[in-house]
């Protein structure tokens, strides 16, 4: 190690051994894939050549796995009887290529929209009984 260069030390979530031990300025690469999905703490230790040290954690969110969508229940809803759930699981498949089977959730008519529908379709037919009467 040069004494003119900084040190880091890279740590992941509570535990006590560096993943890595990196002299500055470096590009480090992050395996997420080696790591479970969830919530997760990459604490960096910087000591510069004059022994002082510095801390910075970030936390971060690995989702590797297949993403989950639903429609029909919401996080801390209050429900009872039966619900009709959608449900739909689709991976992102590697990063050189995009995956289109499975990737697109089928979704519900929102409301507003059929409330639209319905204003246009009740505005025809007043404009059209208006207007014949007219001539």
Known sequence: MTKDRSKVFLFLDDDLHP??????PI?????TKKLTDGEHVLKIISQSPSG??????INFTVANGPSIRIEGLKNKDVVDGTLSLMINAYDKGNQKSFLINGSETPQ???????????????WAVYYEI?????Q
């Open 27 to 31: 590009v480090f690469d992050l395996d």
């Open 19 to 24: 993943i890595a031990e990196l002299e500055t």
């Open 108 to 122: 519900t008519i929102p409301f507003w929209i059929w409330i639209i529908i319905i204003l246009f379709v009740g």
């Open 52 to 57: 002082k040290e510095g801390i910075r954690k």
């Open 130 to 134: 208006t207007s014949s009467a007219i």
